[in-house]
Structure formats: C-alpha cells, structure tokens
Nanobody, 121 residues
Framework: QVQLVESGGGLVQAGGSLRPSCADS????????MGWFRQPPEKEREFVAA????????TYVDSVKGRFTISRDNAKNSLYLQMNSLKPEDTAVYYC??????????????WGQGTQVTVSS
C-alpha cells in the first residue's frame, strides 16, 4: 500500500520553474510505477508524465515534452516533477499516482491529495 503526499507547488511567473515532489509513507514505493496528473481550472484531470518502478523509462504528454522531467528516488520513497519554462496553461492542481505495470500498460490506483501550481503571465 502506498500513501502519497504531494508538496512543492506554488505561484511562479511564466518562464519560471517549480519542482513538486510526492512522498510515499508506505513501504512498497519501489514496487509501483508512478505518474503525475493535473487538473486545470474547470477542466478534467489529465495525464502529464509517468515513470517505471525502476526509473529506467519515462513518458510524457506532448504539451510538456522538453520542459518537464519526471524522476524518482526509491531510497527516499519520493517522486519528483521538474517543471521548467512554465506557461500559464500549466496552471492546475498536480496529483501523483501509483500504478501497477503489467507489460506496457500501467493500471493506475491510488491518488495523492494534490498540490496547486499557478503560473502568472
């Protein structure tokens, strides 16, 4: 079981950077693929990035490729999202999520509580 808590959101100007993190207080973090999702104001929640349990493979939604980097530190039970060149359209509540990977597919499960990221123009 994972218990996920996000932190590190905030308010930043366009072009700036933030690095939200997600801590797992459970004991099986390294067993799970992990992902970041976001929910912009008045829109549905959407996928942002994912990383395998070992960290050897990542994937991103096209709109953040080249700007965001997902990473993890299994020794610290932590997930990160380095966000550079932020745009106002990146404004959203960012959520981390754990999933079980079977082959090429990730079966997503538990959510964190979210952290607000606001990018001003």
């Amino acid at each position: 079981q994972v218990q996920l808590v996000e932190s590190g959101g905030g308010l930043v100007q366009a072009g700036g950077s933030l690095r939200p993190s997600c801590a797992d207080s459970g004991r099986t973090f390294s067993d799970f693929a992990m992902g970041w999702f976001r929910q912009p104001p008045e829109k549905e929640r959407e996928f942002v990035a994912a990383i395998t349990s070992t960290g050897d493979s990542t994937t991103y939604v096209d709109s953040v490729k080249g700007r965001f980097t997902i990473s993890r530190d299994n020794a610290k039970n932590s997930l990160y999202l380095q966000m550079n060149s932020l745009k106002p359209e990146d404004t959203a509540v960012y959520y981390c999520r754990a999933g079980r990977q079977i082959g090429l597919k990730i079966y997503w499960g538990q959510w964190g509580q979210g952290t607000q990221v606001t990018v001003s123009s």
